[in-house]
């Protein structure tokens, strides 16, 4: 009977809380969180720390010092794994601790493994309860579960707009269109994705670093900076000359930003980009613009599983209308501009009816000060 209740979706979250200290660093990997009960009582927890490292619920068995009872319960936030790999199937592990009863946040979004470790620990004699704050739990690895699954990068796409709806004034300028915690609430994020993504025109009118800089997971401490691989997207390698002015060309992490071209520019052009030190991929066009699915596989190849995209108005109209996005985040500040030759979503796209909306999915609000964050699956 797979029987749950309050009590252990609260121990679960606290597995999720010691997962997410690895917010950005597992890369291919999941972040798993695992914790160790005996009664009331959690004696030793744990997490997945880096890809490559030792699994969480491993990590914490080590840290137990026993001895093992019927009431001692190991909580994992992802279904152990139960075949060799560089660390060693997890599921071993468990059985040898003695351990007889196991909680699971989520099974193993692989199809190939999916639930084959719990029918491990069940044939071993261990009560399995699974499903426990179990969308939490997914939700933590959306970059991984999308990548082990479709070996294709996970593609989220976040803009901030006003409420009517506009992204810039008619001139371009768009600092600040939300207030200071909603620009922190970005910079977490960012920490997640091992790429982000802007249009050469973000680049010319608003100079980012595109790093994330924040105060750790509970925002307290130093801030530190974290620099993903960064990418802009020129297709046709537009006023390259300039881009010495521009922070992502000159700062610490420049050899981090990659120029995105199409494969038809002129050899002057793309070998002008070379001279100056700068890194590029030339991939193909689809009707006229960058083909995503071939930056898609790309960043397959390159084994970047998830991509973070700030657009413009222009730029998310086209991803959202070609169906390139998994993920949304709209950032949406409570104030109008009210200048219809500004910037807006949307931008060439006519509709007959309501039924022609993109609708999001497991979607999930917050309020950001006087902001409102808005995220969720687009609907495939």
């Not at 699971?104 to 399995?128: F, Q």
């Not at 680049?203 to 530190?224: H, K, M, W």
């Not at 709209?330 to 909306?357: H, I, T, W």
Request: contains cysteine; negative net charge.
């Amino acid at each position: 009977m797979n029987t749950q209740t309050p009590e252990m979706e609260e121990r679960m979250r606290g597995a999720i809380a010691l997962a997410r200290k690895a917010w950005g660093k597992t890369a291919c990997n999941p972040m798993v969180g695992a914790r160790i009960f005996e009664g009331n009582l959690c004696l030793a927890e744990a997490y997945h720390q880096r890809s490559g490292g030792p699994h969480a619920e491993v990590l914490a068995l080590d840290a137990f010092e026993g001895p093992v009872t019927e009431e001692t319960e190991l909580y994992i936030t992802l279904e152990p794994c139960s075949t060799e790999g560089r660390t060693g199937a997890c599921t071993d592990a468990i059985i040898r601790s003695g351990i007889v009863r196991v909680v699971v946040g989520t099974l193993d979004p692989n199809p190939l493994h999916r639930g084959k470790g719990i029918e491990v620990l069940k044939a071993a004699g261990i009560a399995v309860i699974t499903g426990v704050a179990e969308a939490e739990c997914r939700e933590l690895n959306m970059i991984y579960n999308h990548w082990i699954q479709h070996r294709r990068p996970f593609c989220a796409m976040k803009f901030a707009t006003t409420l009517d709806g506009y992204f810039s004034t008619a001139s371009g300028q768009s600092k600040w269109i939300t207030g200071e915690m909603a620009r922190s609430d970005v910079m977490w994020w960012r920490r997640l994705f091992p790429a982000i993504a802007v249009s050469h025109n973000t680049v010319c009118s608003d100079n980012p670093q595109l790093t994330s800089r924040f105060r750790g997971v509970d925002g307290i401490g130093e801030e530190s900076v974290h620099c993903p691989t960064r990418f802009v997207f020129n297709r046709q390698l537009r006023e390259i000359e300039n881009y010495d002015q521009y922070r992502l060309f000159q700062d610490a992490h420049a050899d981090q930003t990659i120029v995105v071209h199409s494969d038809t520019v002129p050899a002057d052009r793309s070998q002008a980009l070379e001279s100056m030190g700068i890194r590029a991929w030339s991939i193909a066009e689809r009707e006229g613009r960058l083909s995503m699915e071939a930056f898609f596989l790309r960043c397959a190849e390159a084994e970047i599983p998830g991509i973070y995209i700030e657009p413009g108005a222009r730029l998310a109209s086209q991803l959202l209308t070609e169906g390139s996005v998994d993920y949304v985040f709209v950032y949406q500040a409570s104030k109008f501009l009210l200048d219809s030759e500004a910037a807006s979503l949307g931008l060439n796209r006519k509709s007959e009816s309501m039924d022609e909306c993109l609708l999001l999915q497991s979607v999930i609000h917050k309020t950001l000060g006087g902001d409102h964050l808005t995220r969720g699956y687009t609907k495939k």
